[in-house]
């Protein structure tokens, strides 16, 4: 093997290693639980991320419908370095009636929205990575 395919060869496995490690620093959604009340609902989401500081943490997880629309959003503030996975609420999210199928995504501040979404389906009371709570 000549000197530029060794390079070449390198080159690529070192692109690799890097694409594999910024792919496994994705923000996982590893729970959700559900409760109703009356005509709004709290959305109880647990994530883990390797936040890395300030520049690299899970920021944020959101509700939306089965047409993409944003329900409720769930702002972080801050990295979550030594409280992994960790949950955090937000109540009050108004789903449209009718609106059986919803999705929790999570956003991490460098890999953005993540492709793991949990589908959830208000009429089953448990699937997978979710469960409501009924009264």
């Not at 709290?42 to 993409?68: C, E, M, N, P, Q």
């Not at 949950?87 to 501040?109: Q, W």
């Not at 009429?123 to 469960?131: E, I, L, P, S, T």
């Amino acid at each position: 093997m000549n000197k530029l395919n060794k390079m070449i060869l390198i080159l690529v496995s070192f692109l690799s290693i890097l694409s594999g490690s910024a792919m496994a620093n994705t923000v996982e959604i590893v729970k959700v639980m559900i409760e109703p009340s009356a005509h709004r609902w709290t959305f109880h989401v647990t994530l883990k991320h390797d936040d890395k500081g300030w520049d690299h943490y899970a920021d944020g997880w959101r509700i939306v419908d089965s047409k993409g629309a944003e329900l409720g959003y769930r702002k972080l503030w801050h990295p979550h370095e030594n409280e992994q996975p960790f949950t955090r609420t937000l109540s009050s999210v108004l789903v449209p009636k009718g609106e059986n199928i919803i999705f929790i995504e999570a956003h991490d501040k460098v890999h953005g929205w993540s492709k793991q979404r949990v589908r959830i389906d208000l009429k089953v009371d448990k699937g997978v990575r979710y469960q409501i709570r009924r009264k």
